[in-house]
C-alpha cells in the first residue's frame, strides 16, 4: 500500500508492503529481522512545528515593535502588546477592526517584494504619530494575510534631532575654544604692554589709575573667556590656582555696582598669601551671588562686609571668607533648608532659589564647605573655609612672609627661551621678561626651538613654551630632555589650563592672559621645585 507523508514542503509517496502469510510461516508473525515501521519522523516534525509556533509566538509577543497580522481585506487578525503599547488599543478590541483605523497607506499595500514605507499612525486618543511600517506576505490557516511589523519613529527622530544638535554644539565649541584662543592672546598683549608702561609711574599717577582700569577690563574679559572655555569643554570646569584676597578685590567693583547707593559695602582682606584651588570667575560668582541676597535682606539699607583670614597651620591651613550684612535674618526653624534648590526666603520680592545652592556647589567641588549662622532681625553670616592648596609653598617649609616671597621673585633666573605662535602675545611675554631683568630668546617654531636650546644649552634655565607650539610636530618635552635635560618647561595656554584628558604629566602650565606678578611666582616656584629635587653631588 502507499502512505502519505506531508510537511508544508513537499509530499513524499512510501511504498509500504505487509508481509505475506507464507513470508511470516503461515503464522501470522513477522520474520526475523524483519522491522516494524517506525511513527518517530512523523511525530519528530509535528514537534518541530510546535517549537517553531511556541518560538513565533514568543518573538513576537516580545518584540519591541508592533507586529500586526492582517486578512486581505486589511481585518486584524493578531495583535501584539507593543501595537497596545503603540495605538493605545488593547488586543481584544483591535481584532477584528480594519488595520486602515490605525495606519492607513495611501494607495494600499504594495504586492511586489516587501513593502517598507513611513506613514502617519493614529492613536486611539487621536494623537498622530510617524511611523514606519513594513509588510510581508504570509499565510494562516491556508488563506493568504499580511505581517505588519510597525516601528514607532519617535525616538528616532529625537535620536536625529540630539545627534544633528551635538554636531552644531560641537562646531560651536571648536568655533568658540578658537575665539577664546586669539581673544586671550590679545589680551595677553594688552597686559603685558599695561605691565610695562606701569613701571616706574608714581603711586598716586592719573596715568596709574587708566591703566589699572585697563587691568581690570583685562581681568573681565579673561573670566569671560573662561566661563566661555567651561561651557563648551569637554574636559570639564577648568580649575585653577588663585590667590584668593586678589580674587575679590577684582571682584569689587562689581559688587559695588550691585548693592546701589543705600548698601554700605566694606572689604576686609587679611590672607595675602592664601592660594586655594578655584578660578577667579568662580570667585565672583560665589560674591555675587552672597551679596544679592544680603543685599535683598536690606531693602531699607544697611552694611555688607566681606572678610578673609587665614585659620589653621601645618596641613591643616585653611583661608575663612566671610560674607555678613545687617539684614532681617532668617528664622532658625528654615536655616535647614537654605541651601535646598528653589528655596527661597524672598517670597513676592522673587528670586530662584539657587543662590546659595550654586554657592555650596561651587565651594564643595573645591574642597571646602559653607555654613550659614543668622539671628532673625539682625542679621546673616554665611562662612566659607577653603583649603589652602599645598603647593604654593615652594619648598620654603612654613609660610614665607610676603615681604621674603616678593623679594624672591624679583630675582633674575638668567636666560629665558620663550616660544610662542601669535606674535603680539610674544612680543608682550618678551617685554615682560626683559624688563625683569633675563635674557630673553625667542621662537615661533619647534625648529627655532631646537636650534636655539642647541646654540644655549649652558645659559638656558627655563623655556617658556605655548600649547599652539607643543602641538605642533615633536614635544618640547622630548626635544628638553634629549638637549638640555636640566631645563625645566613652563607652558603657557590660552585655551584656558588643560582638564581631563587633556591634563599633562608632570607639566606646569599657566593660563593666559596673565600678570607680571604671576608669571614671576610661577617662574620662582618652578626653579625652586626644580632646585629642591636636583641631586646633590656625593661627598665620597
Known sequence: ?????????????????????????GSGRRPPGHSTPQKRPR?????????????????????????????????????????????????RDAVGRSVREFVDPPGGWEDEGRY???????????????VLVVAARGIREGAPTRLLTIRDLAPQRLLEEKTLEAQKLGAVAQ?????VHDFNNLLMAISGAVSVASRGLPTASPVGDRLD??????????????????????????????LLDDAVRSSRAILEALVGDDVDLVVDLDAPAAVVQTCPAQV??????????????????????ICTRDVGEGDDRAVLLTVTDTGSGIPATRL???????????????????????VRDIVTRSGGEVRVHSTQGEGTTVSILMPVVADVWNGFGDRMPTHVYRRALFDPVGTILVADTHDMALEAVRRLLDSEGHRVLVATDMEAV?????????????????????????????????????VPVLYMSARGLPTGDECMDDAHVIAKPFTHEELRRRITRLLTDRRAHRPRPSTL
Not at 568655533?175 to 575665539?179: D, R, S
Not at 565672583?284 to 562686609?305: H, K, S, T, W, Y
Request: negative net charge; hydrophobic residues 35%.
Open 116 to 130: 517598507r514605507r513611513a506613514h502617519r499612525g493614529r492613536r486611539a486618543d487621536g494623537e498622530e504619530i510617524d
Open 43 to 91: 511525530r519528530r516534525h509535528a514537534d518541530s512545528l510546535q517549537e517553531a509556533k511556541h518560538n513565533y509566538d514568543a518573538l513576537v509577543h516580545s518584540s519591541m515593535d508592533a507586529v500586526v497580522v492582517i486578512a486581505e481585506d486589511d481585518t486584524v487578525l493578531s495583535w501584539n502588546p507593543a501595537a497596545q503599547d503603540l495605538f493605545g488599543v488593547p488586543r
Open 213 to 242: 582700569d585697563i587691568r581690570d577690563a583685562v581681568r573681565t574679559g579673561a573670566s569671560i573667556a573662561r566661563q566661555l572655555l567651561n561651557l563648551v569643554r569637554k574636559g570639564g570646569e577648568e580649575r585653577d590656582t588663585v
Open 284 to 305: 565672583e560668582q560665589v560674591l555675587m551671588n552672597l551679596v544679592v541676597n544680603a543685599r535683598d535682606a536690606m531693602p531699607g539699607g544697611g552694611q555688607i562686609a
Open 1 to 25: 500500500m502507499l502512505e502519505i507523508l506531508q510537511d508544508d514542503r513537499q509530499q513524499m509517496c512510501v511504498e509500504r508492503r505487509e508481509p505475506s502469510t507464507s513470508e511470516s510461516g
Open 175 to 179: 568655533l568658540a575654544t578658537g575665539a
Open 450 to 486: 631646537e636650534r636655539l636650546l642647541r646654540e644655549n644649552r649652558d645659559s638656558v634655565s627655563l623655556l617658556l613654551c605655548d600649547m599652539s607650539v607643543a602641538s605642533k610636530g615633536t614635544s618640547p618635552a622630548e626635544v628638553v630632555s634629549r638637549l638640555a635635560p636640566d
Open 336 to 358: 535647614e533648608q537654605v541651601f535646598e534648590p528653589y528655596f527661597t526666603t524672598k517670597g513676592t520680592r522673587g528670586g530662584t532659589g539657587l543662590g546659595l545652592y550654586v
